[in-house]
């Protein structure tokens, strides 16, 4: 079983959808979780960072940690085509070394 | 703004011959990794350094070696490059726990 679980998509909406991408990770002595966007043929960016439980907002994006579920998940608000991307759920484990899934690839449609 | 760079971003090998990866940062950040991108895999860490003078294995270490030079430089060789290593890899820093890690750009490798 990997560490941290991402459904890789294609995934693909309308231009103002709201979009969901999720993650599922397996240890839970780790509570530092981090998504990275990706665009094509470029190195991953930083986009939030969220500690344990709860949600954190910033602009049109919010992440959300459910420790007993073991979910980790972003929203984008009025999605936009310049948020097509592949995007990385990451957890930060021993020795501030990230484990990440496999990325979900995301195409908003004008 | 240069943050991580890597080079080359491109090249081919045969199989057999070695290169080096390079990759510098001019952000004093304490720790550097090496991670390998392929398609259904996500991203892997090969090698990582903690502090200058130190590194350690990640996932994928067989078939690789690393050094890191000084603070700012840390470089990837494949000794004896395999068609399996064909991947993007990509180099990264950070400042350390809970800090988010700096990319580079990647380089694109082919093992023929």
């Known amino acids: 079983q990997k560490e941290v679980e991402q459904d890789p998509g294609p995934l693909s909406v309308p231009e103002g959808a709201i979009v969901s991408l999720n993650c599922t990770y397996s240890n839970s002595a780790f509570q530092y979780f981090m998504w990275y966007r990706q665009y094509s043929r470029k190195g991953p960016e930083l986009l939030m960072y969220t500690y344990s439980s709860g949600n954190k907002e910033d602009g049109r994006f919010t992440a959300q940690v459910d420790k007993s579920s073991k979910y980790i998940s972003l929203f984008i608000r009025d999605s936009q085509p310049s948020d097509s991307a592949t995007y990385l759920c990451?957890?930060?484990?021993?020795?501030?070394?990230?484990?990440f899934g496999e990325g979900t690839q995301l195409t908003v449609n004008p | 703004n240069a943050g991580v760079t890597q080079t080359p971003k491109f090249q081919v090998l045969k199989t057999g011959q070695s290169m080096t990866l390079q990759c510098a940062q001019d952000m004093n950040h304490n720790s550097m990794y090496w991670y390998r991108q392929d398609p259904g895999m996500g991203l892997r860490l090969i090698y990582y350094s903690a502090s200058e003078g130190t590194t350690d294995k990640g996932e994928v270490p067989n078939g690789y070696n690393v050094s890191r030079l000084n603070k700012r430089e840390f470089s990837l060789r494949l000794e004896s490059a395999a068609p399996s290593q064909t991947s993007v890899y990509f180099c990264a820093s950070s400042e350390g726990k809970d800090y988010g890690y700096t990319f580079g750009s990647g380089t694109r490798l082919t093992v023929v």
């Open positions: 990451a957890q930060e484990t021993s020795g501030s070394r990230l484990t």
